[in-house]
C-alpha cells in the first residue's frame, strides 16, 4: 500500500483550494531568464550563481533555503547553500524580488562511504593508488596497509565505476575483484557498484488531464512534494494517490509555459513530471510544437568536408605527399549542405536540427602529429582555428553561410554551429600576438602537456601546434565569448556544439551563457558540450546558468558493449539507463548518439569487422573496414531505435542512417552517401526515418514518464506514458526469436497498443505477451 506522509509546508500548500482556477500574483514578466532546471547539491555544499538565473542580481531581496544554511554574497551573484544532518532530497530555494518568490528545485543526494580492501596475496608494495572514472582517473588516493591488506575508504554517489588500481606505478585491475568491463581501448576495467536506495524512491507519473486541471498518479511512499508553474509554486491536493493541480490563469497568457513536479521520501527523489502548455493548456498534439521547444529536437551532425560537394572551384586540398588522402580535404562545403537542406533531405529523415563540424579558417598546410606514429594532417575537420570570426575559403564564404542558415529556418530547422573555445592554432594571429595566452606546455617533470586529459584536464594541449588557451585571464575568457557572440549575432545561428568542454574551467561557460542572454533578443539558444568523464563532470557543465546538456557518452558506451556483442546482458544497459536519468532527469537535454567522428562506427563492431580488443586507428590505417556480418545493420537500428525512444536529444551521425562502416579517426569520416544505396543501407534508412518521425509525432517518446517493465540476458522492454498516449519499447537481441510476457501496471491497462514493426501483439487485460525476432524491436503505440 502507498503510504503519503507528506511534510508540514507541503500540508500547508495544498490546504489552498483547488476546485478553481488560481491567479497567481506575480509581475508582467519574469526576473528570471528561462524555467530553471534543478540544482544538484553536493554534501560538502554548492555554490549556486545567482546571475545566471537572474537577469539583475541588484533586485534581489532576499535567499530562502529550508533545511539548509545559506551564505548570500555582498554582490548577490552567488549563494552558498550548505545541507544539514536531515536534509531532504527535495527542497526549494526561494529567491524574493519585489515580494514575489521564485522557485529553484534543490536536489540532494548523500554519497556513501565504502571501503575497498586489496589482497597483494604475498607481493611487496610500497604504494597502492586507485584511479578510476570518480576522480577522473587520476591515480590521486592511496590505500592504507593494514596488516597483509591494503584498504582505502571512498566516498561515492551511488552508481556504477570502473576503476584500476596503479601498484607501485603499475595500473592492473582489481585481482580480487572478478567484475570487470571494457575499456574501450583494447583492456578491462574493475567495476565498483554502490547500490541505490532511490530505486524505492517514489514514481510520478501523468495520469489525465483537462482544459484546467492535471492529474498525477502516485507509486510509492511520498514525504515531500514540490509542484511550479514555470518558476513559481503553485498549490495541489492529494486524494487517493493522485496528485491534482489546477493550471493557473496566468499560464493563458504565454504561448509556451511548463508545468513541473517532484516528490521524495526518505530514499530519495522521484522522477521529473515535465508537462508543455500551449497558452495555459496542455499540449496534446505534436502538430503544436515549434522550432523553439528543445525537447522535441533530432539533431544530425555532419563533418561538412565529407558531406556534400557543392562547389568545386573552391576545393583545395592540400598538395603535400606526406598527408595521405583520408586525412586532406575531400571538397564539401557549405554550398553543398544548402542543395541538401533545399532537396528536403533532412525534413524527410525526420531532423529538426543539424550540427555543421567547426567552419573558421583553418591553416593552408598541414601539421605533423605529436604522438607516434606521427601521421600528417590538413586541418579539414576545423577543429584547429587561425581565425575565429571567417569562413574557411574551402568551405565557402559568409554569404554561403547566410544562405544556409536562411534556408535552413526556411525548412523549418535550427542549425547550431560547432565551437572552438578551449584552444586555437599556433597561426592564429591573437596567439602570435600574445603567447603568454597559452597554458603551460613543458610540464616541470620534464613531460609535454599534451594530451593529458584528466591530470591535466584544464591546461593540456592537443598538440604542439594547438595551443591551448588560459582562462583564467579575463582576455581569453572575453575574446572567445565575443567571438561565439560573434556567429549568434552576425548569422542568427541557434546555438552551438562546445568542443572540448571539460577542458575549459565553468566560469567561462556562465560567461558564455550570460551573454548569449543579454545582447541577444533570441528565444532559442541550444548550447550542448562534450565531455568523456565520469557523470558527475559531465554533469558540472549542464544547467540553467551553462549549458543544456551534454552527450551522454557513459550511456552510449554501455549501449554500444551490449548492442554490439552478444555477450553482454541487457541488464547492464538497464542499470547505465537508470544512473542517466538519476543523474540528469527524467526530462533532460543530454545528447543520445549513434555515434561521432571521434569514435569507430558502432556498426563496424557490430558488423565484425572490428574488434574492441584492438587499435581502432591503427585498424583504419590498415585495413579495409567493411560489413562482415549483415547482422550488423539490424543491430544500428536498435540502437537508432533506442536513442530515439528514451528521455533526451536524439543525434544522428552522418551516415549512420544507412550504415556506413569505418575504424577510429579518420576513418570514421569517409565521404557520405546519397546515391546507389545497397539493399541493407536503404533498409536501414528507410527504418531510421520510420523512427525518428515515430518519435517526432509522439509526445509520451517526447515528453513521456520512462519506467523499466522487463529487462533480462537478451531482451528490455520500457513504456514512455504521456497521459493518455502510451509507448512501450521491445528490444530482443538474440539470435533467435524471443516471447516476452509482461504484467502491465494498472495504469498502464490498455488493449490497443499497435506495433510500428509487425511483431506478434496480444493483449489479455493486463497482460502483454511480444514476440520478437532475432536483432529486432518494436514501438507499441496506442
Excluded at 545 to 566: K, P
Excluded at 707 to 728: A, C, G, P, T, W
Aim: one cysteine or more; glycine letters at 6%; hydrophobic letters at 35%.
Amino acid at each position: 500500500m502507498n503510504r503519503i506522509n507528506l511534510l508540514i509546508p507541503i500540508l500547508l500548500i495544498s490546504l489552498f483550494s483547488c476546485s478553481k482556477s488560481i491567479e497567481l500574483n506575480i509581475p508582467e514578466s519574469s526576473e528570471m531568464y528561462e524555467v530553471s532546471g534543478p540544482v544538484y547539491i553536493n554534501p560538502e555544499g554548492s555554490d549556486i550563481y545567482l546571475n545566471g538565473y537572474f537577469r539583475q542580481v541588484e533586485k534581489i531581496d532576499s535567499v530562502v533555503t529550508p533545511n539548509y544554511t545559506s551564505k548570500l554574497s555582498e554582490d548577490k551573484k552567488w549563494v552558498q547553500v550548505k545541507p544539514l544532518e536531515n536534509t531532504p532530497a527535495l527542497e526549494k530555494m526561494h529567491v524574493f524580488i519585489d515580494g514575489v518568490s521564485y522557485s529553484i528545485i534543490l536536489l540532494y543526494e548523500k554519497k556513501i562511504n565504502y571501503t575497498l580492501a586489496f589482497d597483494p596475496k604475498g607481493v611487496i608494495y610500497k604504494n597502492i593508488q586507485i584511479a578510476g572514472n570518480f576522480n577522473s582517473w587520476v591515480p590521486s588516493e592511496s590505500f592504507v596497509q593494514d596488516g597483509d591488506v591494503w584498504k582505502i575508504t571512498l566516498i561515492l554517489s551511488p552508481g556504477k565505476y570502473q576503476y584500476q588500481l596503479v601498484a607501485d606505478g603499475k595500473w592492473m585491475p582489481d585481482p580480487g575483484n572478478t567484475e570487470q568491463e571494457s575499456n574501450n581501448i583494447g583492456g578491462f576495467n574493475s567495476v565498483l557498484t554502490i547500490p541505490d536506495p532511490s530505486e524505492n524512491a517514489p514514481k510520478l507519473y501523468t495520469q489525465s488531464c483537462t482544459t484546467s486541471k492535471i492529474n498525477i498518479g502516485i507509486d510509492g511512499n511520498i514525504n515531500q512534494i514540490v509542484c511550479l508553474w514555470d518558476n513559481y509554486t503553485i498549490p495541489f491536493k492529494i486524494l487517493d494517490n493522485t496528485i491534482s493541480i489546477q493550471i493557473p490563469k496566468n499560464a493563458g497568457k504565454p504561448e509556451r509555459s511548463y508545468i513541473r513536479l517532484w516528490a521524495c521520501n526518505e530514499n530519495g527523489y522521484s522522477n521529473d513530471i515535465f508537462i508543455p502548455l500551449e497558452y495555459g493548456k496542455v499540449i496534446s498534439d505534436a502538430n503544436q510544437l515549434k522550432r523553439t521547444d528543445k525537447h522535441a529536437q533530432v539533431l544530425y551532425f555532419m563533418l561538412v568536408d565529407r558531406f556534400n560537394n557543392g562547389d568545386k572551384t573552391i576545393d583545395k586540398p592540400v598538395n603535400d605527399p606526406e598527408i595521405q588522402d583520408k586525412a586532406n580535404y575531400w571538397g564539401g562545403d557549405l554550398e553543398g549542405i544548402t542543395q541538401k537542406v533545399n532537396e528536403g533531405y533532412f525534413n524527410s529523415l525526420g531532423i529538426s536540427m543539424i550540427w555543421l563540424s567547426p567552419i573558421t579558417q583553418n591553416p593552408q598546410e598541414g601539421f605533423v602529429e605529436y604522438p607516434a606514429p606521427h601521421r600528417k594532417y590538413s586541418g579539414y575537420h576545423g577543429y584547429w582555428p587561425v581565425t575565429l570570426t571567417t569562413v574557411d575559403n574551402r568551405f565557402g564564404s559568409s554569404a554561403d553561410l547566410e544562405i544556409l542558415v536562411q534556408s535552413t529556418h526556411d525548412k523549418n530547422m535550427n542549425m547550431i554551429l560547432d565551437y572552438v573555445s578551449n584552444h586555437v592554432h599556433e597561426q592564429n594571429i591573437n596567439y602570435r600576438k600574445h603567447p603568454e595566452w597559452a597554458t603551460i606546455l613543458d610540464l616541470p617533470d620534464g613531460r609535454k602537456n599534451i594530451r593529458i586529459w584528466d591530470e591535466f584536464r584544464l591546461t593540456t594541449w592537443f598538440d604542439t601546434f594547438i595551443p591551448s588557451l588560459n582562462f583564467d585571464l579575463p582576455e581569453v575568457e572575453d575574446m572567445m565569448s565575443d567571438s561565439a557572440m560573434f556567429w549568434i549575432t552576425k548569422y542568427n545561428i541557434d546555438g552551438f556544439r562546445h568542443d572540448a568542454t571539460k577542458h575549459i574551467p565553468t566560469p567561462y561557460w556562465r560567461t558564455l551563457t550570460k551573454k548569449l542572454r543579454d545582447e541577444t533578443t533570441r528565444g532559442f539558444i541550444f548550447q550542448i558540450g562534450e565531455t568523456f568523464g565520469s557523470r558527475e563532470l559531465i554533469r558540472s557543465y549542464v544547467g540553467s546558468d551553462m549549458l543544456d546538456g551534454q552527450f551522454d557518452f557513459n550511456l552510449y558506451f554501455d549501449m554500444r558493449n551490449i548492442m554490439a556483442t552478444d555477450n553482454e546482458p541487457f541488464t547492464k544497459l538497464t542499470q547505465s539507463l537508470k544512473e542517466s536519468l538519476k543523474f540528469y532527469g527524467s526530462h533532460s537535454l543530454m545528447g543520445n548518439i549513434t555515434g561521432n567522428h571521434d569514435l569507430p562506427r558502432f556498426i563496424a563492431f557490430a558488423g565484425g569487422a572490428l574488434s574492441f580488443n584492438e587499435d581502432d586507428k591503427a585498424a583504419g590505417w590498415n585495413r579495409d573496414i567493411q560489413i562482415i556480418d549483415t547482422i550488423g545493420y539490424y543491430k544500428l537500428l536498435q540502437v537508432t531505435a533506442f536513442i530515439n525512444t528514451i528521455p533526451g536529444i536524439p543525434v544522428i551521425y552522418y551516415g549512420d542512417e544507412i550504415g556506413i562502416p569505418g575504424a577510429g579517426d579518420p576513418d570514421n569520416r569517409r565521404p557520405m552517401k546519397f546515391d546507389n544505396l545497397t539493399r541493407f543501407e536503404k533498409m536501414v534508412k528507410d527504418q531510421t526515418t520510420k523512427i525518428i518521425h515515430l518519435r517526432r509525432n509522439n509526445l509520451s517518446l517526447i515528453y513521456g514518464d520512462l519506467i523499466i517493465l522487463h529487462s533480462d540476458e537478451n531482451s528490455m522492454v520500457y513504456e514512455r506514458k504521456y497521459f493518455d498516449q502510451i509507448s512501450i519499447v521491445a528490444f530482443n537481441k538474440s539470435n533467435t526469436n524471443k516471447t516476452i510476457q509482461i504484467t502491465l501496471p494498472e495504469y498502464l491497462k490498455t488493449t490497443n497498443l499497435i506495433s510500428s514493426f509487425n511483431s506478434d501483439v496480444r493483449i489479455t487485460d493486463n497482460q502483454l505477451e511480444i514476440i520478437l525476432k532475432p536483432y529486432s524491436f518494436d514501438i507499441l503505440s496506442n
